[in-house]
């Protein structure tokens, strides 16, 4: 799938409960997740009882030979942190791993595809390179964005605003099928590369559909939100009539 709103990823949380609901909370699945997000206290082991698992070749692996679903974004934190002028865009930066794994194992492939996640939070800058000047990549760490929103205006990560109330629309797409490559292709740079030019082009496709019949997915969310906020205080007025009504009744 493609990552989006920063660390919030709204998507990850709705694929995992799709998936579930799919094939049973009894069936075993998994999310790659970085390193670090697994050494931090209280977090690790939370993440790790919903089915985090380290983002490495050898633990997906052993996944996928249980029959487990596993879940990747590819992108991680480059694609969370797309500019927003950048925000309709599948950004997987190249990565390539979770193509030789599912050449090697042969399985199918979903894409996933999330749209509105990134309209929830204006990133001004990824900070690529503010990233590379403080050493973040020795833990894996591309980025150091630069964001803008209510109530801080123009911060950094380390401030970061509160998610808006974008509507979010997760599709999963018809699974690719790669098997008939056969596990050596898992070492054919070219037969790698097609396979990434193929599901992000899907992705693409279907990002640039959703953003054509969505394209105001801030105005979507706060729509929803004023709806909702308007039928809870008709359907209070309503209690509170009917109570003086029946506290009428019982006055001698």
């Not at 990002?207 to 308007?230: I, M």
Request: hydrophobic residues 45%; proline residues 9%.
């Amino acid at each position: 799938g493609n990552h989006s709103c920063l660390f919030y990823m709204p998507e990850a949380w709705i694929c995992g409960q799709a998936v579930l609901s799919r094939r049973g909370i009894g069936a075993p699945a998994y999310l790659l997740t970085y390193d670090l997000l697994l050494a931090l206290p209280g977090i690790g082991p939370m993440l790790r009882r919903l089915g985090a698992v380290p983002a490495s070749a050898g633990d997906a692996e052993q996944a996928l030979a249980r029959d487990a679903c596993v879940v990747v974004y590819p992108g991680g934190d480059l694609d969370a942190c797309r500019p927003w002028t950048q925000r309709n865009r599948i950004d997987f930066g190249g990565r390539q791993g979770f193509i030789r794994l599912a050449l090697r194992t042969g399985v199918p492939v979903v894409p996933v595809v999330a749209h509105g996640g990134q309209h929830a939070v204006v990133v001004l800058s990824r900070g690529d390179r503010l990233a590379r000047a403080a050493g973040l990549h020795s833990l894996r760490i591309k980025v150091f964005p630069f964001l803008a929103g209510p109530p801080f205006g123009v911060t950094s990560i380390l401030t970061p605003p509160p998610p808006m109330p974008a509507q979010l629309t997760v599709e999963f797409l018809p699974a690719l099928d790669w098997t008939g490559y056969g596990p050596d292709a898992a070492d054919d740079p070219a037969i790698v590369s097609g396979c990434y030019d193929d599901i992000t082009g899907r992705m693409q496709a279907a990002l640039d559909r959703l953003a054509a019949e969505r394209p105001y997915p801030l105005l979507d969310g706060y729509s929803r939100l004023t709806t909702r906020a308007a039928a809870g205080a008709m359907r209070r007025a309503g209690d509170l009539s009917r109570a003086l009504s029946r506290a009428g009744h019982l006055v001698p």
